[in-house]
């Protein structure tokens, strides 16, 4: 069954540091997203992107954050200056479609660590 | 979109059926009824979803009111498996899916 894949599973830095999580998202799908849940708290919306652009994204998504599809199956999500409030699980989903009647399916998560 | 309201907490004893209730009293008439659920700190995992009749697939069955101002998922046979965060979400057209507090589900044996 297809599945949505992201790497690292774990991942620790340095506040002030960059860091890039990755995600490949189902391969025919054309929508993807990136969600956060901090510890213990609710899932979030981050960020969705479509045909190269960002077509939505959340006010937690600042110009700190920034996302990418550098080739035809990789899509990344970078801080640039990770501070330690960033420390959270990430989740990448993808979609084949937009709209209310497509599901989305996620990945198994990013923990990310800021010390 | 829609909120959502669902009971914080609920029981289910293994082998039994598991009822999930969501109120959405102000969902309009394009918006779908989504359902998820999150085993630990895992991904969301997509379960069901339905816009006006009842679905059913291998996880699990949703009944929407005729009204669609409230929907129940049904797990027919929950197991220890089972037991997870459920959320239920109402999606109108665009990509976000807005995720609330859920439904925490303990399956006991």
């Known amino acids: 069954e297809p599945e949505v894949t992201q790497t690292p599973s774990h991942q620790v830095t340095q506040m002030g540091q960059e860091v890039i999580l990755r995600c490949v998202p189902i391969s025919n799908h054309l929508y993807f997203y990136w969600y956060r849940q901090i510890l213990g708290q609710k899932v979030e919306f981050l960020v969705s992107?479509?045909?190269?652009?960002?077509?939505?994204k959340s006010e937690i998504f600042d110009d700190q954050f920034s996302v990418e599809r550098p080739d035809g199956s990789n899509f990344t999500l970078k801080i640039r200056s990770t501070k330690l409030e960033d420390s959270a699980m990430y989740f990448c989903?993808?979609?084949?479609?937009?709209?209310?009647?497509?599901?989305?399916?996620f990945g198994q998560g990013t923990r990310l660590t800021v010390v | 979109d829609a909120k959502t309201t669902q009971p914080p907490s609920m029981d289910c004893a293994e082998g039994r059926a598991a009822n999930l209730p969501c109120n959405h009293s102000t969902i309009s008439g394009n918006e779908y009824v989504y359902w998820y659920r999150q085993i630990h700190s895992q991904g969301p995992q997509y379960i069901i979803h339905?816009?006006?009749n009842n679905e059913t697939n291998e996880m699990a069955s949703l009944i929407i009111t005729e009204d669609r101002k409230s929907s129940t998922l049904i797990l027919p046979h929950a197991t220890l498996r089972d037991t997870a965060v459920y959320y239920c979400?109402?999606?109108?057209?665009?990509?976000?899916?807005?995720f609330g507090a859920g439904t925490i589900l303990r399956v006991k044996s």
């Open positions: 979400i109402v999606r109108l057209y665009g990509n976000k899916l807005v």
């Open positions: 992107f479509y045909n190269n652009e960002i077509s939505e």
């Open positions: 989903a993808s979609s084949s479609l937009s709209g209310g009647d497509t599901e989305a399916f």
């Open positions: 339905g816009l006006k």
